[in-house]
């Protein structure tokens, strides 16, 4: 079997890593063409990164006052780099932002700041206090599966958020404004593009301007996904294979950015 490369590996590392901190279940990892690493969940961009190292940093020392000792070439995958060049850069604009601070006389040890704590709150509220979770997708027959046996039991069975699809909610009002009504009231979004529907680009667009979290989610079709816009194609998807996978990825992803929800159960 050919070996794996360092950017190759990076990402099943920091996975495996945030599973670790998260105490969550043990990942199978198959010999699979692609190794069965799980490419969707690594931070891409720089503000991802540094948003994930520094909810990393607060899960290794959960207690104020806590320092951590960093080794960059061991850690690197807790930023989701793939070098302990690349941590450094990450460690060090969480540093100059005044979120975390390094030990006068032991540059190895570190801790978070206040502002480095309101930060973390920051993200783990999803900007907002709330369990709601909007979820934006095709409302036709052809999806159910994915929405019932995926989307909403990740959501609800497996991280203890609400999921809220405008079509199940009975209103009297305009059903743009019930829309938009859920939108400012959801904590974070789940955007699934595999019907390609106009109306999931507006619904994640104004969650965006709200400075909120839109998670990207299409089947994994090469004809499904030429049709996303270049507009958002960049984005990290999670490419689904069915409603399994999709309910396994999308559970990772959440725990991964905002941890469990108020709903959750202990032992589930």
């Not at 990942?27 to 520094?54: C, H, M, W």
């Not at 060090?92 to 502002?115: F, N, P």
């Not at 009975?170 to 009504?181: G, K, L, P």
């Amino acid at each position: 079997m050919q070996a794996l490369t360092s950017v190759q590996k990076a990402p099943l590392m920091a996975v495996l890593r945030e599973r670790t901190l998260l105490k969550m279940a043990r990942l199978l990892v198959t010999t699979s063409a692609n190794y069965g690493i799980p490419q969707d969940t690594f931070a891409r961009t720089i503000p991802e990164k540094v948003n994930r190292f520094l909810l990393n940093l607060a899960r290794l020392a959960p207690d104020a006052g806590d320092q951590f000792a960093l080794d960059p070439e061991r850690d690197f995958p807790l930023g989701h780099c793939t070098s302990g060049q690349g941590l450094e850069h990450v460690r060090d604009i969480l540093v100059s932002g005044g979120w975390v601070e390094r030990d006068k006389t032991d540059d190895s040890l570190h801790r978070l700041t206040l502002a480095g704590w309101a930060r973390v709150a920051e993200l783990q509220r999803g900007a907002i206090d709330s369990s709601a979770v909007f979820v934006a997708m095709s409302f036709k027959p052809d999806w159910d599966a994915a929405w019932k046996e995926g989307i909403r039991p990740a959501i609800e069975e497996d991280c203890g958020y609400k999921a809220l699809r405008v079509d199940a909610v009975e209103h009297t009002e305009d059903i743009n404004d019930r829309i938009i009504a859920e939108i400012r009231r959801s904590k974070f979004m789940v955007a699934d593009f595999s019907a390609n529907p106009g109306g999931v680009y507006l619904e994640a667009g104004f969650e965006m301007g709200l400075g909120r979290t839109v998670i990207w989610t299409c089947q994994d079709n090469e004809e499904k996904k030429k049709a996303l816009h270049f507009d958002i194609s960049h984005y990290n998807f999670i490419f689904w294979k069915d409603p399994e996978d999709l309910r396994m990825r999308l559970r990772d992803r959440i725990l991964a950015l905002f941890g469990e929800g108020p709903r959750h159960e202990p032992g589930k």
